[in-house]
Nanobody
């Protein structure tokens, strides 16, 4: 069973930094794009950052210049470095990845269960 497990969330004061990690495990044959999404109470889920297997990145407008996504393919892990955090960044952050399992030829989308980031003013 393929799993995505996030870590690194917590309570932080505005202006501080956090680094989220998401590790994929299981019978993995390959990993394509990996992304971070977030959802705040009363809000739609939004894309925060994404990174392709080749390292190309994309960011949501609200986090450009503050957040950085990266990946370590040897560890099947994607990271989100969050700097200059604001109260509006408070949300549950979800890891997302397209993964091919070893025994299959197709890829499908997987989601982690989320990690809560709370930014106090």
């Amino acid at each position: 069973q393929v799993q995505l497990v996030e870590s690194g969330g917590g309570l932080v004061q505005a202006g501080r930094s956090l680094r989220l990690s998401c590790a994929a495990s299981g019978n993995i044959g390959g990993i394509g794009a990996m992304s971070w999404y977030r959802q705040a109470p009363g809000k739609q889920r939004e894309m925060v950052a994404s990174i392709t297997s080749g390292g190309s990145t994309n960011y949501g407008d609200s986090v450009k210049g503050r957040f950085t996504i990266s990946r370590d393919n040897a560890k099947n892990t994607v990271y989100l470095q969050m700097n200059s955090l604001r109260p509006e960044d408070t949300a549950v952050y979800y890891c997302n990845s397209w993964i091919r399992e070893l025994q299959f030829t197709y890829i499908r989308e997987y989601w982690g269960s989320g990690t809560l980031v709370t930014v106090s003013s």
